[in-house]
């Protein structure tokens, strides 16, 4: 079964970085609009960063000029570039895709 699965994920200190990663497993499909989403602790899942098949981003307010989504050129794989990382980023990031829904989620702890 084809699948999105998330990577990178860790435990980092503030003001540290993360790289994330989403991939279609068992497959080469292309990931076109791809979106990045938080789900902090308590909170509902919230979109983080997009990317559009043009390669058009948007992102949330709280996160603007601290990440950055992109593709690779095959468009096989999207990535979240997080820096500055804060505590309040703390949480499970997850990965979707319009035609295969949602990753399972990769953690993401920030201390303070």
């Known amino acids: 079964q084809v699948q999105l699965v998330e990577s990178g994920g860790g435990l980092v200190q503030t003001g540290g970085s993360l790289r994330l990663s989403c991939a279609a497993s068992?497959?080469?499909?292309?990931?076109?609009?791809v979106g990045w989403y938080l789900q902090a602790p308590g909170k509902q899942r919230e979109l983080v960063a997009g990317i559009s098949g043009g390669g058009m981003t948007t992102y949330a307010d709280s996160v603007k000029g601290r990440f950055t989504i992109s593709r690779d050129n095959a468009k096989t794989t999207a990535f979240l570039q997080m820096n500055s990382l804060k505590p309040e980023d703390t949480g499970v990031y997850y990965c979707?895709?319009?035609?295969?829904?949602w990753g399972q989620g990769t953690q993401v702890t920030v201390s303070s």
């Open positions: 068992g497959s080469t499909r292309s990931l076109d609009i």
């Open positions: 979707y895709t319009a035609f295969l829904g």
